[in-house]
């Protein structure tokens, strides 16, 4: 159980914590533009819902500006170089399945792992999070489970012909999730995020969304545990 940030008594200004800062906040802001990227590419790939993905690739921009905003309340320069190469295994499947007009890998890689990947670190680092970034934390947060919701949805109503697919992307895509947990887990343990939380709830969030989407239990256990002790 994660201790309160004031529990805990951080020291937001120490160098310590500012470097590893300038990782995490950038993670999370490559994150965000990539996001924002997504979505549009998404919208040409579905143009049904056009309007509801531009919606969320906006939703995307604003998160980035609010975290942006958190890094230079702490004085803190993000590392952007770093966050890409973070990035760069995921950012060129999503690519490559978008070049291939393949939409059920496109929202696997978005809306299913990256925003659960989202959810679970923004909801651990809350309760250990300055007040200023709690409060912009808090309001990203909420608009996560939303874009995990668009994707949720879509591929329940067309779960029969991405069955296939779904199992393929997971398989491509999931070991990569848990590499990058790893390359984040000393930093993040520094801003006093546990590794084994983010797992955790990354695995119910993620779990959760197979199941709405119509995997059975035996699915998902498979799935969602798919390349974690690789
Ligand atoms: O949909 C979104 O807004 C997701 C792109 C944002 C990325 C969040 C990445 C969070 C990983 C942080 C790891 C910290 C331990
Ligand atoms: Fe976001
Ligand atoms: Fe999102
Ligand atoms: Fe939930």
Redesign the pocket.
Known sequence: MQQLAGELEIDFKSEKYKDAYSR?NA??IE??Q??HENYIKLAELLPAHQDALIRLSKM?SR?KKGFEACGRNLQVEPDLQFAQKFFAGLHSNFQKAAAEGKVVTCLLI?SLI??C??IA??N??IPVADDFARKITEG?VK??YS?LNFGEVWLKENFAESKVELEEANRQNLPIVWK??NE?AD??QTLA?EKDA?VEDFMIQYGEALSNIGFTTRDIMRLSAYGLTA
Do not use: N, P, S, T
Request: proline share 0%; net charge negative.
């Open positions: 995490i993670i999370v994150g965000e990539e996001a995307e998160h978005q990256i925003e990947f989202a670190a923004y651990i680092y990203v608009d996560e874009h990058m947990l984040v930093d993040a995020m983010l």
